[in-house]
Structures are given as structure tokens and as C-alpha cells.
């Protein structure tokens, strides 16, 4: 199989951090960002935050006070202002499902609230390491990591989080709150839309297949699934379901690219379609990932260039 050259790698290297900025952008409705300030109650005293980046999920009920995942500084302190039945409780716990900056880059709103910020063991290189030239320092870090699980009672509920290995990136975490029986997966599922395959932040999209497998296992059919990000009209919250959704999408990728590459064509005509044959409904013109980025990603990974 062909090895890539410099200048493709630098190219797909330059390509998926300039994806990044698309995904705010995109949730930046109208002159004022948090006009699109949304809160969804659920279930149990759970639900959901959306202003700009992945998807909030909180919990409030008496004696227990729990964040997930900050997006930036303005709508985590909307968030965090406005939260529902809150009434000067203070913040027991926050966690982040993953490194990415439209996840955390509010984290040091929450931190003013909670000394306990938890995240996968490795999110604190991974931030570093996607970090800007002198930003590393004034990033706020977990203060409690994890490798495989953890779990914690907070006043009447239980939380567990799980690490599956490499997916989405090499920090994933999914939190199940057991009681109210609803799941964050983060950026596990891009619900129904292209997704962010972060090589370079450690993803590996063929453990990212089994473990949306694992998952759909490990949840039943009246658990909520809260998704880091989804189509305007399929949204960021569903069920178990979802998780095979995504699957059978990056299983597409893989097995588009692996077809390509046995029929000798180059990493510029594989990466070169208007859509994925089969996928076609995720080609969407208010989605601002691209499907090139994804078959560069795939590519990238079948031919010994990323994580496997
Ligand atoms: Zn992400």
C-alpha cells in the first residue's frame, strides 16, 4: 500500500485543524451567539445546554450539581448563570468528554465553581498538544483522570464513566448517569452528519466502530443518548439506536477507502467525491465538516499514517 508523502501529510495535518473553527461557526446563529442559548430538561433532573460547540449535559437535582463539557467562556457562563433549579447550589463535579476545544475551552468558567474537573488520562497531553503556539498555559486541565472506568454516587445518582481505547480521539470519555439512564458520548456521534476524524488527536476509526458496538450493548432501549453533535433536523439527543447510525457510517468510510485504494486510485481521486455512495443524505449544505476531510482521515489511517 502506498505511504503518504510529505506533502499529503502536511496537507491532511493542516486540513483537520482547520476543520475545527467550522464546528462553532456553524452553531453561531445570528449577530449574537447566545441567542441560540438553548436548555432541554430531559429526564430525572438531566439535560441539555446549546449555544455554540458540543453539546452540555447537565445534572441538578438536591445535593448534586454536575456539568459536562464547557464549549467557550460565554456560553459556559450563560450556562452556568442560567442553569435550571440551580438556586445557589454550588457545582459538585464537572467533566469533559474529550479534549477539543469547542468542549472545553469554557472549562475555567466551571473551574471558578468546582475543584474536581475529571477527564480520560489522556486529555491532558492530548490539550497540550493541540494547544496554539503559548496557549498551553492558560488552558484549564482536569484535576482527576481515569484510564478504563470510573464511578462516583452524587446525592441520588450514579455516575460511571467508560473509556473504550482510541475513537473519536485518544481521550474519549462516555458518561452514564444510571439512575435517569442517560449517556454523553461526546463526539462519538456526529448525529447524521460528516464527523471530525482526529488522527492527529489520536482517533482510530476502526476501535471508534467497536466501540459504538460496545455501547449499544451496554445500554438498553429507554436510554437517552446525548450526542456531541447532530443535523440541525436530527438533533443532539436520541437512543441507542443512533450509535449503529454512526457505525454504519465510518464502516462505509472504511470500506469506500479500502476499495479505492485495492483499485490502485490515489489519495487525491479518493478523496475527490461529492458523496459517500450510500450516505448520501449526509451530504448537506449547512454542514461545514467535509466528507474529503473524513476520506483523507480513513486513508490515512489504512495506509499506516495514523493510530492503528
Ligand atoms: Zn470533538
Redesign the pocket.
Known amino acids: 500500500m502506498p505511504m503518504l508523502s510529505r506533502r499529503s501529510f502536511l496537507r491532511i495535518a493542516s486540513a483537520s485543524a482547520a476543520t475545527l473553527p467550522f464546528l462553532p461557526s456553524l452553531l453561531r446563529a445570528g449577530p449574537s451567539t447566545l441567542q441560540a442559548a438553548d436548555f432541554e430538561t430531559l429526564r430525572r433532573g438531566v439535560g441539555t445546554f446549546t449555544a455554540r460547540g458540543?453539546t452540555i449535559r447537565w445534572l441538578v437535582r438536591d445535593g448534586a450539581v454536575v456539568v459536562i463539557d464547557s464549549q467557550f467562556p460565554d456560553a459556559a457562563q450563560t450556562c452556568w448563570n442560567d442553569l435550571p433549579e440551580r438556586e445557589g447550589q454550588s457545582l459538585d463535579l464537572f467533566i469533559n468528554t474529550?479534549h477539543?476545544g469547542?468542549?472545553t475551552a469554557g472549562n475555567g468558567v466551571f473551574a471558578e465553581h468546582t475543584d474536581r474537573l475529571v477527564a480520560h488520562a489522556n486529555v491532558p497531553d492530548l490539550q497540550r498538544e493541540a494547544a496554539n503556539e503559548g496557549e498551553a498555559e492558560s488552558l484549564t486541565y482536569p484535576t482527576e483522570t481515569y484510564t478504563d472506568t470510573w464511578s462516583e454516587s452524587i446525592g441520588d445518582e450514579t455516575i460511571r464513566l467508560h473509556h473504550n481505547g482510541p475513537a473519536?480521539?485518544g481521550g474519549d470519555t462516555v458518561i452514564h448517569f444510571e439512575e435517569a439512564n442517560v449517556a454523553h458520548v461526546?463526539?462519538l456521534v456526529f448525529n447524521r452528519v460528516y464527523p471530525?476524524i482526529?488522527i492527529d488527536g489520536g482517533a482510530l476509526t476502526t476501535n471508534w466502530i467497536s466501540t459504538l458496538e460496545t455501547l449499544h450493548d451496554t445500554f438498553d432501549d429507554d436510554t437517552i443518548v446525548i450526542h456531541?453533535h447532530g443535523a440541525p433536523d436530527a438533533g443532539i439527543t436520541g437512543g441507542r439506536e443512533d450509535l449503529l447510525v454512526m457505525r454504519d457510517f465510518l464502516a462505509g468510510l472504511n470500506e469506500f477507502v479500502a476499495q479505492a485504494l485495492e483499485e490502485g486510485q490515489s489519495i487525491d481521486e479518493i478523496a475527490d467525491q461529492e458523496q459517500l455512495p450510500g450516505f448520501e443524505e449526509y451530504a448537506r449544505e449547512d454542514w461545514p465538516l467535509p466528507l474529503e476531510a473524513c476520506l483523507r482521515a480513513v486513508h490515512r489511517e489504512q495506509t499506516g499514517g495514523g493510530n492503528a
Open positions: 458540543g474529550h477539543h469547542d468542549h473519536h480521539t461526546g463526539d471530525f482526529d456531541g
